[in-house]
């Protein structure tokens, strides 16, 4: 048995080794936070600021180059086609993906297995290797410098992994409940429609946060299929604003801000959605 | 794109394998790979087993160090670039290098043997927090019973770590080996973003050297033949992998 002041002892040990993990867990927060709060800094100031005290808080913030990039008719046109492809390629997704995770979970075809690998193929090899064919065969169809053009290959990338994750989550729900349905009545569509989605919610969630993100972040489809001005997404046109004003940095600083904004609100409310997606899709894949 | 003319055999291939930048390439990449595997995912798996554990604020924990993983690789290149300007007066980070004394600011970007290094903390950055996520999520798998009936046979905090966290966590460090590696193998926008893979090719990798070829030479057949080159070192990668840790899977 210890006695008390041995106890006492391993008491205080654990109390400095909870402080030491507070101090270190604090100490990678700052150090992860502080690219991003610097930035927001540089972003609320003039370039004279900028020059003269670059990193000291912005205080009274200079809203000149928030406004100044808000006023550019291109930032908005960025934004718009973002949010088409997010939102298309997400729609198409979900839909496209759940119709296939149930097949390949509910409904006995010769070969599935065999498909069903087929489409996990996708999970081994990252768009970047594919980008070159992609293109040729995106121009052949004459949907370059069209938005259609990269909704398509974005869902289709997209599809290997949240088949993966929606079908794991059908092949979890009994076949009894199959049963019950069909002796009500209910057909595989209807079975499909009524009962599992509902039921898959939180997968389709967190199927569709992923590919919110995915989209959104997404340069190099954009990158190789859209030149015209007007349809560049976010992440291009940034892209190509920092080759453009390159030397003013309290400029891009307020671009760069603006365009992590919205990224970082949707994470804040999505955070448990994208996190399931994520790890689900990553340990089952 | 019309039928194969001037069809010229393995030439490109021939031609990839003497090419000493794509060689720097591939090196690039392995030095990549071998820096996360040996330096990112135990950070990761490290910062997962202190915030696993029961502790007051862990949400914000786990929030702030996923954070980087949502902005995209446009955002994260280009907001590095301007902090790793080689100037103090315009890079944080070589201001905060002039405030510590003995050390010196330096072009990271623009030098040949620090620029690799400034890219992987920058990855590191990015990506330690999804990596996180995974052993956090590994970590809420292992039956509490097993840790419960070890806790009971007396084992200290070391051992439960080596003989039953690590063993049963064994799936999910495969898992990120796995996403590591595929990652390391395909990066590009932010290494496009910071340095179009120089100076002098120093920090190359194979996406930057493809597209380089594809889109910016316009040499679409020697592109191909990269790409077809990376294609086969990831499906390679990825079935050899598979098969090799095909047993090791922990069924819970």
């Known amino acids: ?285 | 794109m019309g039928p194969a003319v001037d069809f010229i055999g393995l030439q490109n291939f021939k031609r990839i394998f003497t090419d000493q930048v794509f060689m720097k390439a591939i090196g690039n990449a392995l030095l990549i790979i071998v820096l996360s595997l040996g330096v990112q995912l135990p950070m990761a798996m490290a910062l997962a087993i202190m915030i696993g554990q029961k502790i007051r604020g862990r949400a914000f924990y786990r929030t702030v160090f996923f954070m980087p993983y949502v902005l995209s690789e446009v955002i994260t290149g280009i907001m590095w670039l301007i902090l790793y300007n080689p100037e103090p007066k315009r890079g944080f980070i070589n201001a905060v290098l002039e405030f510590i004394p003995g050390l010196k600011p330096q072009a990271w970007l623009g030098d040949t043997r620090l620029v690799l290094l400034a890219i992987f903390v920058v990855l590191t950055w990015k990506y330690i927090g999804f990596h996180m996520l995974l052993y956090i999520t590994g970590l809420q798998n292992i039956p509490r019973d097993i840790e419960e009936a070890a806790l009971i046979d007396g084992v200290n905090k070391r051992q439960m770590l080596t003989n039953i966290t690590l063993p049963l966590l064994l799936g999910t460090i495969r898992t990120s080996v796995y996403l590591s590696v595929l990652g390391s193998l395909q990066i590009f926008a932010l290494v496009w973003l910071m340095t179009k893979g120089g100076p002098v090719n120093a920090s190359e990798v194979l996406s930057t050297y493809m597209y380089r070829y594809s889109f910016v030479r316009f040499e679409l057949g020697y592109g191909s033949a990269v790409a077809i080159i990376m294609l086969i070192i990831s499906l390679t990668f990825s079935i050899i992998y598979r098969y090799l840790t095909r047993k090791t899977e922990y069924v819970a």
């Open chain 1, 1 to 285: 048995m210890l006695n008390d002041s041995s106890k006492k002892r391993m008491k205080f040990k654990e109390y400095i080794l909870v402080i030491f993990k507070y101090i270190f867990l604090t100490l990678v927060a700052i150090l992860i936070l502080t690219p991003i709060v610097i930035i927001a800094f540089g972003a609320l100031k003039t370039r004279g600021e900028f020059v003269t005290n670059p990193y000291i808080p912005p205080i009274p913030p200079n809203l000149g180059n928030i406004i100044r990039i808000l006023k550019m008719p291109i930032f908005w046109y960025m934004i718009r086609n973002s949010l088409v492809i997010m939102v298309s390629t997400t729609v198409g997704v979900v839909i496209v993906a759940s119709l296939a995770a149930f097949v390949f979970s509910r409904v006995r075809i010769r070969g599935k297995n065999i498909l069903f690998n087929f489409f996990t193929l996708g999970l081994m090899f990252p768009v970047t290797i594919a980008i070159l064919p992609i293109f040729l065969m995106v121009r052949q169809v004459g949907l370059t410098n069209n938005l259609i053009g990269v909704i398509l290959v974005q869902t289709a990338f997209q599809l290997s992994i949240s088949i993966v994750i929606l079908r794991n989550f059908f092949m979890d729900i009994p076949s009894e409940l199959q049963d019950a349905a069909s002796i009500d009545g209910c057909n595989t569509f209807g079975f499909l429609w009524r009962i599992l989605m509902p039921l898959a919610r939180p997968s389709l969630a967190a199927v569709a946060a992923l590919a919110v993100v995915t989209s959104w972040n997404d340069l190099v489809i954009p990158l190789v299929l859209i030149d015209k001005e007007k349809l560049w997404t976010l992440p291009l046109g940034t892209m190509q604003f920092q080759g453009q004003y390159g030397m003013d940095y309290s400029l891009i600083s307020a671009f760069l801000l603006l365009s992590a904004i919205p990224a970082i609100i949707f994470y804040l409310f999505a955070e448990r959605q994208l996190v399931s997606g994520l790890t689900a899709g990553a340990i089952k894949g």
